[in-house]
C-alpha cells in the first residue's frame, strides 16, 4: 500500500505539497539569461533604429548639399546696344498683339552672342543660356522701348559657366568665371525659372513647374476615381455582397491585384485606354486612370479591414432603432470606418505617386517644354522627370535632378500632411 | 456568468410585483411553433409564448440554451446572421412579422431592442436619443425633437444626470449610465414592445438596481420582455417567466407559479441552483 501512495505522489494536486525553489541556482540563472535577453533585444532594437535615422540623414544630406544648387543660378551683366545690333524690329508692331511673335522671329540669340563676345572676348559668346533668350523676349516685349538705347542686363548665364561658378570645370570656362568675377559681372541668384518652367534641352533653362503641375493633375484623376470607387466597393464587398463562392473569388483577385507589378499596369493602360479606348497619349488623364486601377485594390484591402474593425454591437444598436441597411453603413460604420480607409488611401496615394514604370509605357515620358492645362494635355509627372534628367549626359542636368528630387519629395511630404490631417480631423469628431 | 455572480441587493421575491391577469387579454405578440436553425444546427424548438401588453415577460434558463435567439426573433435581429432560418409564426398585433411583406425597418421601430454590453453610438448623447426619431421622421422641428429626447431620457430615468451635459459623448458615460442611455434611446421611437438581452450582466449590482427600478416603471408603458441569466432578476421584475432549456421552452407562465410551485422537475431543478 505505502508503494502505491508513494507513486500516486507523482501525480499532480495528489502528493505532498513540494515548494518552489525561488533562490536556488538553476532559477537565479533562468532569470539572469531572461533579462540577458530582453537586454539584448532591446539595444538591436535600438542599433536598427539608429541605422535608419543615419541612412535617413545621408540621404537628406547627400540630396539637399546637390539639389541646393538647382535652385539657385549666376547670372551675368550683358551691355548691350540694340541700336548697333543688326536686329530688324518694327517699334510699331511691338504694340500690337502679335509682339512676342515678332521678337521671336528677330535673331535675338546671335544679339545677345555679339553683345557677349563685344563685352568679354570671344570665348564668351555662348556664355549665356537659352532661358536668357526668353528673359529678353519677355522684357522686350514688356518695354519695348529698351530698343531704342543701350542697357545692361542682367541674364542667367549657360550651364557650363553656372557650373564653373559653383564648383570647378574646364579651363577656359574658369578662366572665363575669374574674368567676370574681376570685372563685377557676375552674381549669384535666386533660379525661380526652375521653379515657373518646364522641360528644356538646356540644363540651365529647365524648370520642374510643368512635372508639378503633370503630377498634380495626374493623381487628382487617380484620387478621384480609385478613393470613391475602392470606397464604395469596399462597403459592399463587407456589408452588403453574399457570403459565396464568387465573393471569395473576388476577394482573392483583388488580394492579388495589390501585389502584381506596377509595369503589368502600365501594358494594361497602354492596351486599354491608348489602343481601345483612343485616349490622348502622355496625358495625366490616361496616367491618372492607370495609377487608379493600381491604387484601387490597396484602397479596397484598407478599407475592408477598417470596416472589419467597427465593432458590431454599433450595428446592431442601428438596426436596433430601426436603421435601414444602407442608414447602418452610411451613418455609423463608414464614419467610423473612416480613419483607417484615409491612411490606405494614404498609403496608395503615396506608391502612386512615386511611380514611374507605368508611366513610361503610357508615353509620359516624352519631352513636353510646356506644362499641361488640362488633363487631356501632354504632360510628364515628377518621378518621370526626376528619370528622365538622371538620364542626360550633360553634367548641368545633376543638380537639377536632386532639386527635383527635393521638390517631389516636398509634394509628397505636403500630401500625406494634408491626409494625416484630414484623418485626425475625422477622428476628433467621434 | 453564473446566476450567483450579482449580488442580490434587494430581497429576492416581496419587492416583486407578481400581479398577473394576462390570461383574460389578447396577448400583443404571440410566437407559435418557432423553430430557429444556425445551418444544419437547430437552435430552438417549437417555441410558443405569449407577451402581453403592460407586463413583463422574462426569459431564464443556462447559457445557450436559445432565450437570447428566441428574444432576436422578436424584432427579426436574426436576420443579419446570415446562416440562421426562422420557422414558426410570429404576430404583433395579430401581423405576421415573419412574412416577407414585413417591414423589417418599422418592425424594428415598433419593437425597441436593448443589447447585453451598452453600446451607445460615439456620438453626443443627443445624437444617441434623437438618432432614432430623426431616422424615422418622427419630430418635425428642431424643438419637437428636444421634447422628444428629454421625454425619453427623464423616462430612462438619466435626464437628471445628463441634462447639463447633452453634447458630451454617450460612451463617456458610465456603464449604467450607458445602458439607461441605450434605453432612451429604444423608447425615443416610441416602440410598443422593449425587448432586452440581459441588460444588466454588464453592470454593477447598484446600476443593476437602477434598470429594474426603470423596467418597473416602463412596464405600464410597454410590453417587455427580458432575458437574463439571474434568476433573483426574473422574479423581482416579471410577472411571467419562460424557463429554456437546451432549445426547447420547459415551461411558461405566471412568475408566481414557475419560482413557487413549478410543473417541471427540470424547472424545479433549475431555479434552486441543481444546475445551470
Not at chain 1, 570645370?169 to 526652375?194: C, I, P, Y
Request: charged share 20%.
Amino acid at each position: 500500500m505505502t508503494d502505491v501512495r508513494a507513486d500516486s505522489g507523482a501525480l499532480p494536486g495528489t502528493g505532498p505539497k513540494v515548494p518552489t525553489r525561488w533562490t536556488d541556482a538553476a532559477m537565479t540563472q533562468r532569470l539572469r539569461r531572461r533579462y540577458r535577453f530582453e537586454r539584448w533585444f532591446r539595444l538591436s532594437g535600438l542599433a536598427a533604429i539608429c541605422l535608419s535615422v543615419l541612412f535617413l540623414a545621408f540621404l537628406l544630406y547627400n540630396m539637399g548639399s546637390k539639389g541646393i544648387g538647382g535652385f539657385t543660378r549666376y547670372e551675368a551683366a550683358l551691355p548691350i546696344d540694340f541700336t548697333k545690333s543688326d536686329l530688324f524690329l518694327d517699334p510699331a508692331a511691338l504694340r500690337g498683339p502679335d509682339a512676342r511673335q515678332t521678337v521671336a522671329g528677330a535673331d535675338l540669340s546671335s544679339a545677345i552672342s555679339k553683345a557677349a563676345a563685344a563685352a568679354y572676348g570671344p570665348d564668351a559668346a555662348q556664355m549665356f543660356s537659352d532661358g536668357a533668350l526668353d528673359i529678353l523676349t519677355d522684357d522686350i516685349v514688356r518695354d519695348p522701348s529698351m530698343l531704342t538705347g543701350q542697357r545692361t542686363l542682367w541674364l542667367p548665364v549657360g550651364s557650363k559657366i553656372d557650373i564653373a561658378a559653383k564648383h570647378d570645370s574646364d579651363a577656359a570656362s574658369e578662366k572665363l568665371v575669374s574674368m567676370l568675377r574681376q570685372k563685377h559681372a557676375l552674381k549669384w541668384g535666386l533660379n525661380t525659372q526652375f521653379l515657373t518652367g518646364s522641360d528644356a534641352t538646356d540644363p540651365s533653362a529647365v524648370g520642374i513647374w510643368g512635372a508639378l503641375k503633370g503630377t498634380f493633375l495626374t493623381i487628382l484623376v487617380t484620387i478621384s476615381l480609385a478613393f470613391p470607387i475602392g470606397v464604395l466597393a469596399s462597403v459592399y464587398l463587407e456589408e452588403f455582397a453574399p457570403r459565396n463562392r464568387w465573393t471569395d473569388a473576388i476577394e482573392v483577385s483583388i488580394n492579388n491585384l495589390a501585389a502584381v507589378p506596377s509595369i503589368i499596369f502600365g501594358l494594361l493602360g497602354l492596351a486599354v485606354f491608348l489602343d481601345i479606348m483612343d485616349l490622348p497619349r502622355s496625358a495625366p488623364l490616361v496616367g491618372g486612370l492607370t495609377l487608379a486601377l493600381m491604387t484601387f485594390p490597396v484602397i479596397v484591402i484598407a478599407g475592408r479591414n477598417a470596416i472589419k474593425t467597427v465593432p458590431p454591437s454599433i450595428r446592431d444598436a442601428a438596426l436596433g432603432v430601426g436603421a435601414s441597411k444602407m442608414q447602418v453603413v452610411f451613418h455609423h460604420v463608414l464614419p467610423l470606418a473612416l480613419p483607417g480607409i484615409l491612411t490606405g488611401t494614404i498609403i496608395g496615394m503615396a506608391r502612386a505617386l512615386g511611380e514611374t514604370a507605368p508611366l513610361l509605357l503610357i508615353g509620359m515620358r516624352a519631352f513636353v517644354a510646356a506644362p499641361p492645362n488640362g488633363v487631356s494635355d501632354p504632360a510628364t509627372v515628377l518621378p518621370v522627370q526626376i528619370f528622365l534628367w538622371s538620364d542626360e549626359v550633360d553634367r548641368g542636368f545633376v543638380e537639377k535632378t536632386s532639386a527635383a528630387i527635393i521638390v517631389l519629395l516636398l509634394f509628397m511630404l505636403v500630401m500625406n500632411g494634408l491626409a494625416i490631417y484630414l484623418r485626425n480631423r475625422f477622428e476628433r469628431r467621434w | 456568468m453564473t446566476p450567483n455572480d450579482t449580488v442580490t441587493i434587494q430581497p429576492p421575491v416581496p419587492t416583486a410585483d407578481w400581479t398577473d391577469d394576462s390570461a383574460n387579454r389578447v396577448p400583443k405578440m404571440t410566437a407559435r411553433g418557432v423553430s430557429v436553425f444556425y445551418g444544419e444546427k437547430q437552435a430552438l424548438k417549437d417555441v410558443s409564448i405569449d407577451i402581453h401588453e403592460d407586463r413583463v415577460t422574462s426569459f431564464i434558463g443556462p447559457s445557450g440554451c436559445g432565450k437570447s435567439t428566441f428574444l432576436r426573433c422578436l424584432n427579426r435581429m436574426n436576420d443579419t446572421i446570415p446562416s440562421a432560418r426562422v420557422i414558426g409564426r410570429i404576430t404583433l398585433d395579430d401581423e405576421d412579422i415573419t412574412s416577407a411583406s414585413m417591414d423589417v425597418v418599422q418592425l424594428r421601430a415598433r419593437v425597441g431592442m436593448v443589447f447585453q454590453k451598452p453600446n451607445p453610438f460615439p456620438k453626443s448623447i443627443f445624437e444617441n436619443v434623437a438618432y432614432g426619431p430623426r431616422i424615422h421622421g418622427l419630430a418635425q422641428s428642431k424643438g419637437e425633437l428636444a421634447e422628444i429626447v428629454e421625454k425619453s431620457l427623464k423616462r430612462a430615468g438619466l435626464w437628471d444626470e445628463v441634462k447639463d451635459r447633452l453634447e458630451e459623448s454617450g460612451t463617456a458615460l458610465s456603464g449604467g449610465q450607458q445602458q439607461r442611455l441605450c434605453i432612451a434611446r429604444a423608447i425615443a421611437v416610441d416602440p410598443e414592445v422593449i425587448l432586452m438581452d440581459e441588460p444588466c450582466s454588464a453592470l454593477d449590482p447598484i446600476a443593476t438596481a437602477k434598470i429594474e427600478e426603470l423596467i418597473h416603471e416602463l412596464r405600464g408603458r410597454y410590453a417587455i420582455a427580458i432575458v437574463t441569466h439571474n434568476m433573483q432578476q426574473a422574479a423581482r421584475v416579471s410577472q411571467r417567466t419562460a424557463f429554456f432549456h437546451l432549445g426547447e421552452m420547459v415551461e411558461y407562465g405566471k412568475t408566481s407559479e414557475i419560482f413557487t410551485n413549478p410543473r417541471e422537475q427540470r424547472t424545479q431543478d433549475y431555479i434552486t441552483g441543481r444546475y445551470g
